[in-house]
Structure formats: C-alpha cells, structure tokens
T-cell receptor, first 114, second 113 residues
Framework: GAVVSQHPSWVICKSGTSVKIECRSL??????MFWYRQFPKQSLMLMAT?????????EQGVEKDKFLINHASLTLSTLTVTSAHPEDSSFYIC??????????FGPGTRLTVT | GESVGLHLPTLSVQEGDNSIINCAYS??????FIWYKQESGKGPQFIID?????DKRQGQRVTVLLNKTVKHLSLQIAATQPGDSAVYFC????????????FGAGTRLAVHP
C-alpha cells in the first residue's frame, strides 16, 4: 500500500527557535496533504491543508505565520514551527490521499520545546 | 465497562469478547466515514470505511454500522484480542476522502486477558 513518511520522528528544540518537519509520499504523488496536531490523550486536530503549487489553507484558529507550510513538490510538504514555545509541544501528523478515497497517514513527529 | 478518563473514554473488555465502540459525528452533509486505530506514538492506521449510501460494512473481524438519522457510527470488533488494545477514532468527510477529515474524540480500548 501507499506509504507516507515523516522526518524527523522526534525533535527537541529550545524555545524561540524554529523547527521543520517533512512529510513525504514515498510511492505516489499527492497534490494535497494535510497536517494535524495531537496533544496527549486528545484527538487529531486538523491544522491546515497543504496544496502543491499554491498557498496552504489553514483551519480557524491556526496561525499561518507561526506554522509555515510549503508544498514544494508532488511528494513533499514541510511544516515549519517558527519561534516555538513549550505550548507548541505536540505530536504532528501528516496525511495524503491516495488513488482511492483512503488517506494515508505518516508515523508522526513528536516535538518537544524546552 | 466504560469510563471517562481525563480526555478519552475507555472501554475495557475481556479477551475473546466482542467490542463495540461508538461515535457521534457532527456534519449531516458528511458522506464518508472511516475508523482508525492508533497505537501509542504512532500515526492512525486505517481499519474500515463506509459511505453514506450504506448502513453496514464488514471486514475481517470488524463491522461498521452507520445510522444517518441520528448521526451515529459504531465499530464492532469480534473476538477482541490483546493486539486490539489502542485508541480508536472515527473520522468524517464529505465528497470523499480528498476533502479534509474531521476526527471524533476517540475511545481507548483496553483488552484484558
């Protein structure tokens, strides 16, 4: 089946720095990818829709200047958390739709901001 | 039985019993529904899906039931195994999975030997 990877799988950064998370579709192309955030013991919350060749669409309440999304190619979307703070510590997950309606999820990236 | 944890309700079952996990969805326009299993520290794993033109769909050991009248979705797991222990989420979408998914709150399934 289709595979989506994320890199890194976990990252620790200092408060005020920026961190980039990559999402790749390994064996299929994705013009659209989705970014989710998940806090402990909570559900996945959609942050934004990443669109290849155009601007991302952000969900209400998500700061677009803080969470920069770039969909550089048909297999790569990146999420950059700028000026990270401890409250940004979370599990970030991406997904991409395959040929059918099914969406394929990445393994997630654990971000810890100290 | 069921209990409400800090954020996730928990369903505790004995190994070999059948499990039923429920979900209420929010958008009457949603026409595609999916159940995902998530193990600790991992991304969601697809279990089964159903479209709004169906009431029931069966997979291997799993069955999804859809009641559009009351906007309710359930996942039935037959002969629950310890490996089924995880958090289960329902998700809804409209116009197919290419549109964004909205996830439900989730239920933790704990299978005891």
């Amino acid at each position: 089946g289709a595979v989506v990877s994320q890199h890194p799988s976990w990252v620790i950064c200092k408060s005020g720095t920026s961190v980039k998370i990559e999402c790749r579709s390994l064996d299929f192309q994705a013009t659209t990818m989705f970014w989710y955030r998940q806090f402990p013991k909570q559900s996945l919350m959609l942050m934004a829709t990443s669109n290849e060749g155009s601007k991302a669409t952000y969900e209400q309440g998500v700061e677009k200047d803080k969470f920069l999304i770039n969909h550089a190619s048909l297999t790569l979307s990146t999420l950059t958390v700028t000026s990270a703070h401890p409250e940004d510590s979370s599990f970030y997950i991406c997904s991409a739709p395959g040929v059918s309606d099914e969406q394929y999820f990445g393994p997630g990236t654990r971000l810890t901001v100290t | 039985g069921e209990s409400v944890g800090l954020h996730l309700p928990t369903l505790s079952v004995q190994e070999g019993d059948n499990s039923i996990i429920n979900c209420a969805y929010s958008n009457s326009a949603s026409d595609y529904f999916i159940w995902y299993k998530q193990e600790s520290g991992k991304g969601p794993q697809f279990i089964i899906d159903i479209r709004s033109n169906m009431d029931k769909r069966q997979g291997q050991r799993v069955t999804v039931l859809l009641n559009k009248t009351v906007k309710h979705l359930s996942l039935q797991i037959a002969a629950t195994q310890p490996g089924d222990s995880a958090v289960y989420f329902c998700a809804e979408s409209f116009s197919g999975g290419y549109n964004k998914l909205i996830f439900g709150a989730g239920t933790r399934l704990a299978v005891h030997p």
